[in-house]
Nanobody
Framework: QVQLVESGGGLVQPGGSLRLSCAAS????????MGWYRQAPGKQRELAAK???????DYAESVKGRFTISRDNARNTVYLQMNSLKPEDTAVYYC?????????WGQGTQVTVSS
């Protein structure tokens, strides 16, 4: 079983930055994909960024050049650095881990971009 705990959300003005953290615990397969998804009110959950166990990354077009996903293996933590935030980035952000053992989600953290 894997547990994911997100932190770092909050209220920020347009153009500002936030860093989200996702701490993973439990038994984690050697091969996995970790990602950050987001869900805005009235919209479907969508992928923002993902990172494979091999180090590959992928980003939604809407966040390319502004968001960076990274990890700290020693801390079993994945980060999402979000810069140049826009009001349309407002959403609940969820951490996800997918491996052969299952598909796991965190509880979500709210990000609100507003002046």
């Amino acid at each position: 079983q894997v547990q994911l705990v997100e932190s770092g959300g909050g209220l920020v003005q347009p153009g500002g930055s936030l860093r989200l953290s996702c701490a993973a615990s439990g038994t984690i397969s050697r091969l996995y994909v970790m990602g950050w998804y987001r869900q805005a009110p009235g919209k479907q959950r969508e992928l923002a960024a993902k990172l494979t166990s091999g180090g590959g990354t992928d980003y939604a077009e809407s966040v390319k050049g502004r968001f960076t996903i990274s990890r700290d293996n020693a801390r079993n933590t994945v980060y999402l650095q979000m810069n140049s935030l826009k009001p349309e980035d407002t959403a609940v952000y969820y951490c996800n881990l997918f491996s052969r053992d299952g598909n796991y989600w965190g509880q979500g953290t709210q990000v609100t971009v507003s002046s």
